[in-house]
Each structure stands twice: as structure tokens, then as C-alpha cells.
């Protein structure tokens, strides 16, 4: 089946700092999802692309839909301590499928 | 409030016997589904059903079973023949309107002793 990588796997960074992190595939996909995860809860849904080239903002986050449809980034900007999670790229290749594919995760410290 | 509630929070079961954890939504959502988690991993399928009385394997559906009589409701039993069931499973929701966007309800972890 379909692979998503994601990287990195974690990530250490100072309260301030600008935080980026992809996903990649090596078959394309028609929907990217950025979502985040808090311990012991379910993700919640950040960002949706759905368009080749979208980028699209969410407060400090931004996230891109690759050219190729085969990748995807996420940013953020100016890190405070309630970004600590995990956070989560998944891939959809058809959208009435309701099949999503998830990466492993990028989990984000982030230090006061 | 609309959302997905699952019960309870955190099971613990013997090994052999069945289990059902619970999904239910009052978003008025035609498509549920199952997800597994396990630590340091993503996501991965267990099953989805797009409408009432109907429903579909994941990948990874082997040792599990679901049913689907109520459009809210989408519960999940984990077999004995589940090789491996501690882990936290997460039910979630969309309406398959050409946009799925999933809901994801708060999870259950399961421990099998």
C-alpha cells in the first residue's frame, strides 16, 4: 500500500523558534491533511490542501501541497510552549474513499 | 455540542476474551471509521463504513469486527484472534461530500493483560 515518510521524527527547539516539517510519498496523492495530536487525546485537524501548489495559512501555520502531489510541508511560526504534540500528515488519494494514509508523526518540543 | 464520544477512556481485559469499544456521533456524519495507534507510529485502518449498514476493511482488519445498524453509531470488537490488541484505538467521522476531513473522537486505550 500507499507510504508516507515524515520527518523529522522529533524535534527539540526553543519558544520562538520557527518549526518545519514534511511529509513525502512516493505515489501521489489528491488531498494532504495536517493534523495535531495532544497525549492521550485524538488529532485534530490543522490545515487541509487539496489543490497542487496550494499553500494555505492557519494562524502560524502554513502548509504546502507539492507540485508533484507527491509532498507536503508544514510551518510554524514563533513556537510557544502549547505547540508541544505530535503532529501528523496524512495523504488521500480519492477524496469519497474516506481512506486517509498517515505518516508517523513529527513530535514537537518545544522549550520556555 | 456536537462530536464523537468513545467509551470508556481505558480498558483492561483479559487475554482470549472479546472486547467492544464504543463510537458514537451526533454530527450527523454518514462515514465512520477505526483507526489503530500504536506508540511511536501513525495512524493505520482497521475498518470504515461509509453508510448505515455497510462497511469496509482497513488494512489492517484481521481479529477485528464492527457493525453499523445506527448512522451514529460504529462499534468496534476486538477479537481473541487479535494477536496483538493493546494499543489506542480511534474512532472518527467525515461526511463524504468529496472533502474528508476526519473528526477524530478523544480514543480508548485498550490493555490486554
Known amino acids: 500500500g500507499q507510504q508516507l515518510n515524515q520527518s523529522p521524527q522529533s524535534m527539540f527547539i526553543q519558544e520562538g523558534e520557527d518549526v518545519s516539517m514534511n511529509c513525502t510519498s512516493s505515489?501521489?496523492?489528491?488531498?494532504w491533511l495536517w493534523y495535531k495530536q495532544d497525549p492521550g487525546e485524538g488529532p485534530v485537524l490543522l490545515i487541509a490542501?487539496?489543490?497542487?501548489?496550494e499553500l494555505t495559512s492557519n494562524g502560524r501555520l502554513t502548509a504546502q501541497f507539492g507540485i508533484t502531489r507527491k509532498d507536503s510541508f508544514l510551518n510554524i511560526s514563533a513556537s510557544i510552549p502549547s505547540d508541544v504534540g505530535i503532529y501528523f500528515c496524512?495523504?488521500?488519494?480519492?477524496?469519497?474513499?474516506?481512506?486517509?494514509?498517515f505518516g508517523d508523526g513529527t513530535t514537537l518540543t518545544v522549550k520556555p | 455540542d456536537g462530536g464523537i464520544t468513545q467509551s470508556p477512556k481505558y480498558l483492561f481485559r483479559k487475554e482470549g476474551q472479546n472486547v467492544t469499544l464504543s463510537c458514537e456521533q451526533n454530527?450527523?456524519?454518514?462515514?465512520m471509521y477505526w483507526y489503530r495507534q500504536d506508540p511511536g507510529q501513525g495512524l493505520r485502518l482497521i475498518y470504515y463504513?461509509?453508510?448505515?449498514?455497510?462497511?469496509q476493511k482497513g488494512d489492517i482488519a484481521e481479529g477485528y469486527s464492527v457493525s453499523r445498524e445506527k448512522k451514529e453509531s460504529f462499534p468496534l470488537t476486538v477479537t481473541s484472534a487479535q494477536k496483538n490488541p493493546t494499543a489506542f484505538y480511534l474512532c472518527?467521522?467525515?461526511?463524504?461530500?468529496?472533502?474528508?476531513?476526519?473528526?477524530f473522537g478523544p480514543g480508548t486505550r485498550l490493555t490486554v493483560l
Open positions: 472518527a467521522s467525515s461526511t463524504p461530500d468529496g472533502y474528508n476531513e476526519q473528526f
Open positions: 505515489s501521489i496523492f489528491n488531498t
Open positions: 490542501l487539496y489543490k497542487a501548489g
Open positions: 496524512a495523504g488521500q488519494l480519492d477524496t469519497n474513499a474516506g481512506k486517509s494514509t
Open positions: 454530527l450527523n456524519h454518514d462515514a
Open positions: 463504513s461509509q453508510i448505515v449498514n455497510d462497511f
